[in-house]
Nanobody
């Protein structure tokens, strides 16, 4: 089992910044990728950003150039720096741990945090 603890959500004005963090513990040898998903009311969950232990990254088109994902392998922590926030970024953000495959990311069979609310006021 892998436990994920998220922090850093909150309320921010449009154009502002927030930094989300997620600390992993437990059987971390079973994962080689971490990522952030978000789900807004009435919308499907979407992958926002992901990073592998080797440093490969992926971003949703809607956040490219504004969000940056990074990880500290020594601390088993992943961060999501969110800049130039927009009202449409409002959602519950979930940290996920899984694996990076040759065919893409697999978080569905991995582990999930409880989520942290990000609210961007316009």
């Amino acid at each position: 089992q892998v436990q994920l603890v998220e922090s850093g959500g909150g309320l921010v004005q449009a154009g502002g910044s927030l930094r989300l963090s997620c600390a992993a513990s437990g059987s971390i040898f079973s994962i080689n990728a971490m990522g952030w998903y978000r789900q807004a009311p009435g919308k499907q969950r979407e992958l926002v950003a992901a990073i592998s232990s080797g440093g490969s990254v992926s971003y949703a088109d809607s956040v490219k150039g504004r969000f940056t994902i990074s990880r500290d392998n020594a601390k088993n922590t992943v961060h999501l720096q969110m800049n130039s926030l927009k009202s449409e970024d409002t959602a519950v953000y979930f940290c996920a741990a899984g694996v990076r495959l040759t065919t893409g990311w697999d978080f569905n069979n991995g582990y999930w945090g409880q989520g942290t609310q990000v609210t961007v006021s316009s």
